[in-house]
C-alpha cells in the first residue's frame, strides 16, 4: 500500500518521507534484475552538521511583498489547469518515492533507471535525502507559512486532511528532493543533464500547478538543496558513494531498456506552466 504522507502534519510529513524512500525499494534477494537494495536511512552529515538553514534561507515573502503578489497571482492563476493535462502530471508528482523517481527522471535520461540494478545509485540517493529531510523539516518548523489552499479558493489536485492544511509550505519537501535527484544524476551522466534537471524544475512546479505550494516555496525547496549537495562534496564518503554509482551506470547503460514512452510526459508537457 503507498504511503500517503501528504495528509501528515510537519514533523510527521518529514518521518513518512523518510520512511517512504526507504520502503519504496523492492525486497526482491540481491541479484534480481530490476531490484534496488534498502539503503541505510542514516544521512552522509547528520542534524548536526548539515547547513544551517536559518544562515542561507531567507523567510517567505510577506503577503503584501512584490514577491507575496506574485505568490498568490500565480496560484490563483494555476488553478485554470484543473483537469488539462499539467494537472494531470502534477497529480501523478504528488507521489514521491525511490523507484517513482527514478522512473520519472528515466524518461529523462532516456533510460529505465527503475529497472536496473543500481544499489550504489540507491544508496548515495537516500542517504543524501536522509540529510535533506532534515533541513526541510527544521525549515519548515521554523518557518510555519500557511499553504495556499488554506487561504485561498480555488481546486487541488490531492487529497488534504487538517493535518496536512496546518504544516508548513516553505520550503516544499517534494521541490527539494526531486531537486537533489536532478542534480546527483545530472552529475552521474552528464551528457543528459539538461532533460535531467528540466524535469526536476517540472517535478516542483507540479507543487504549484496541485495547489499545495506557492511558487517561492519551490525556490526555496531548491535553495535547499543546493546547499545541501555543496556541504556533501565535502564529505568523504559522499564523494566516494558518487564514483560507485557513476561507475555503476556507465556499466549498466549499455544493456538498460529505454523508458517506456507511453509513460513519459508528452512534448512540451514540461514547460513552466505560468
Not at 531490484?35 to 523567510?59: I, Q, S, T, W
Not at 508548513?168 to 552521474?188: C, D, R, V
Request: aromatic residues 6%.
Amino acid at each position: 500500500m503507498r504511503r500517503k504522507c501528504s495528509l501528515l502534519a510537519t514533523a510527521a510529513l518529514v518521518s513518512c518521507l523518510a520512511a517512504t524512500f526507504v520502503s519504496a525499494q523492492p525486497s526482491a534477494p540481491p541479484g534480481t534484475p530490476g531490484a534496488l537494495p534498502r539503503p541505510r536511512a542514516e544521512g552522509y552529515l547528520g542534524a548536526e552538521r548539515v547547513p544551517d538553514h536559518k544562515v542561507f534561507l531567507p523567510p517567505p515573502p510577506a503577503v503584501d511583498s512584490p514577491a507575496g503578489t506574485a505568490d498568490l497571482a500565480i496560484f490563483r492563476e494555476t488553478r485554470a489547469l484543473e483537469g488539462k493535462p499539467r494537472w494531470e502530471l502534477a497529480a501523478s508528482d504528488d507521489r514521491i518515492g525511490s523507484r517513482k523517481m527514478l522512473s520519472d527522471f528515466g524518461c529523462a535520461a532516456g533510460t529505465d533507471l527503475a529497472a536496473i540494478e543500481a544499489p550504489a545509485l540507491a544508496r548515495v540517493l537516500a542517504r543524501a535525502n536522509a540529510d535533506l529531510l532534515v533541513m526541510v523539516g527544521a525549515s519548515k518548523d521554523h518557518y510555519q507559512r500557511p499553504r495556499p489552499f488554506v487561504t485561498e479558493e480555488g481546486p487541488i489536485c490531492v487529497e488534504v486532511s487538517p493535518a496536512f492544511a496546518a504544516s508548513g509550505s516553505y520550503p516544499s519537501g517534494h521541490s527539494a528532493a526531486a531537486w537533489l535527484y536532478a542534480m546527483l544524476l545530472a552529475e552521474l551522466v552528464p551528457e543528459d543533464a539538461a532533460p535531467i534537471m528540466a524535469r526536476g524544475r517540472a517535478f516542483g512546479e507540479s507543487r504549484v500547478v496541485c495547489g499545495v505550494h506557492y511558487a517561492s516555496d519551490i525556490d526555496a525547496g531548491r535553495v535547499t538543496t543546493t546547499a545541501l549537495v555543496a556541504a556533501l562534496h565535502g564529505n568523504a564518503e559522499f564523494e566516494a558513494d558518487m564514483a560507485a554509482a557513476r561507475a555503476e551506470l556507465a556499466k549498466a547503460s549499455a544493456s538498460a531498456p529505454r523508458p517506456d514512452a507511453a509513460s513519459c510526459p508528452a512534448p512540451g508537457a514540461l514547460e513552466r506552466p505560468w
